[in-house]
C-alpha cells in the first residue's frame, strides 16, 4: 500500500479518511491487534494495518510491517493485504487505518 497510499486522505481510507467526517467505530479486539502491531514495529519499521469494517464498525484487521530497517513495504504488500481483508467476509469494507503508526481515519473505540 505504501506506493498506493499517500500520507493523509488515502483513497483506500476513503470516507474515514481524517477531516472526511465520518467517524470509524473500532472493535476491542481490533485496537487491541493495532496496539501489538505498533510494539511490532519497533519504532522506525515501516508497516500497514487495514481493517475489515461491516457498517461503519472495524470487527477485524490484517497488517504487514517491517521487522527490521533493511525492507520496505511495496505495493504488492497492499495489495496482498487488501485481498486478505476481503476474504473476511461479503460485504466487508476494507480501509487503510494507518500506515507505520500513523492512523489515517478518525475512530471511537466502542464499548465492548
Do not use: H
Not at 12 to 27: D, E, N
Not at 67 to 72: E, F, L, N, Q, V
Request: charged fraction near 20%; glycine fraction near 12%.
Amino acid at each position: 500500500m505504501a506506493a498506493l497510499v499517500a500520507a493523509c486522505g488515502s483513497p483506500l481510507s476513503g470516507q474515514y479518511a481524517s477531516g472526511q467526517g465520518k467517524t470509524l467505530m473500532v472493535s476491542q479486539k481490533v485496537w487491541d491487534g493495532y496496539k501489538e502491531y505498533v510494539v511490532a514495529l519497533k519504532g522506525t519499521n515501516s508497516g500497514l494495518f487495514v481493517v475489515a469494517a461491516l457498517d461503519g464498525v472495524a470487527l477485524g484487521y490484517t497488517a504487514r510491517y517491517c521487522p527490521a530497517t533493511r525492507c520496505i513495504i511495496k505495493g504488492n504488500n497492499a495489495s496482498k493485504l487488501m485481498d486478505d481483508c476481503k476474504s473476511m467476509g461479503e460485504g466487508v469494507e476494507c480501509i487503510l487505518f494507518a500506515r507505520s503508526s500513523d492512523i489515517l481515519v478518525d475512530y471511537k473505540l466502542t464499548g465492548g
